[in-house]
């Protein structure tokens, strides 16, 4: 099966950016078939650049600061110090311990809180890894993964090595990193079992113009026109990646948004409803439900509640802070 034909990404790749070409499987010669058989192909290596890693700190001034998006997947560990985030109307309280993944150009707020502020932070491009729910954006992980960022950082800053081994040891502790993540989270969700090998690139291409259109009407047909390619063909890679029909998966993608907005914004829920294409509010109350297992206004209630996981209670705790109370 030949490789779905892919659009260019184009952006300013910044000073000492780690790329490669993909790397596909070499077919062994004078190798045993027996042999050669009992294994199973490993295919492209989905991350196809890292543009930027970093450990900064801030110091906790109280003041708004308005980052423009980065391209691909940015994510970052908080360190040290309390920080609020708010990305597309979503709001978030990081403390020490706390993971973001930020995702295609979402612009984000920054307000310093408490403490110096310190985090890791990795900018990296890889078009054909989905990132997590929009639900699901943010978590507590372990020490071994401020480890595992302490590994990659130092192995971006080994500018004096060969160019082919900085990129090799880049790649190998990005990839470390994102193989914890992805493994060893504590909640496994339907991503965990999601494919990025050849058969299902080409849904990731689509998807991620699908995640742009969340807010607008969508049907099988308009789907197939967004994507350029008959819907048999478009079907066939989203059953393929996901194991869903495209609809199915697109009605996620809105309820996953809808959830976050739910436990991290004070957005009404008609409002959330319009914002993720829903018409009526009862049937986005009724798909919520299905979806979830609860209504929004109890997932509002226990975020509230919360704090570490609910937005509601960090927003709180958040604006409480900036008040000196």
């Not at 869903?244 to 996953?256: E, T």
Request: charged share 20%; net charge positive; hydrophobic share 40%.
């Amino acid at each position: 099966m030949t490789s779905p034909a892919k659009s260019p990404v184009s952006v300013v790749r910044p000073a000492g950016a780690v790329h490669g070409p993909p790397v596909r499987p070499v077919p062994s010669v004078g190798c045993d078939r027996a042999v050669m058989t009992s294994f199973a192909a490993v295919g492209e290596v989905p991350v196809r650049q890292v543009l930027y890693c970093d450990r900064y700190s801030r110091p906790p001034s109280g003041a708004l600061v308005v980052s423009d998006g980065y391209p691909g997947h940015l994510l970052q560990l908080a360190v040290s110090g309390r920080v609020e985030y708010e990305v597309a109307g979503r709001t978030y309280l990081l403390r020490p311990g706390d993971l973001i993944w930020h995702h295609e150009l979402e612009t984000v707020k920054r307000r310093v809180l408490t403490g110096q502020w310190e985090c890791y932070s990795v900018n990296f491009l890889a078009p054909d890894l989905p990132p997590p729910p929009f639900d699901r954006r943010v978590r507590h992980v372990s020490p071994a993964i401020e480890r595992r960022f302490a590994a990659l950082l130092a192995a971006w800053r080994q500018t004096a090595a060969l160019p082919v081994v900085r990129l090799l040891r880049v790649h190998a502790a990005l990839g470390e990193l994102l193989a914890d993540l992805l493994a060893g989270s504590s909640a496994p969700t339907p991503e965990s079992g999601f494919r990025t090998d050849e058969p299902a690139l080409l849904w990731w291409q689509i998807e991620e113009r699908l995640r742009h259109k969340l807010a607008g009407p969508m049907t099988t047909r308009r789907i197939a026109e967004i994507a350029g390619y008959s819907f048999a063909t478009v079907n066939s890679a989203c059953h393929a990646a996901t194991g869903q029909s495209p609809m199915k998966r697109f009605k996620h993608l809105r309820l996953s948004l809808a959830r976050s907005l739910v436990e991290r914004s004070r957005m009404k829920f008609w409002e959330i409803a319009e914002h993720v294409g829903y018409e009526l509010q009862h049937q986005f109350s009724r798909d919520y439900h299905k979806a979830f297992g609860a209504a929004p206004r109890d997932h509002r209630r226990a975020a509230a509640g919360q704090g570490p996981e609910g937005g509601g209670g960090r927003r709180s705790q958040a604006q409480a802070q900036r008040r000196g109370g």
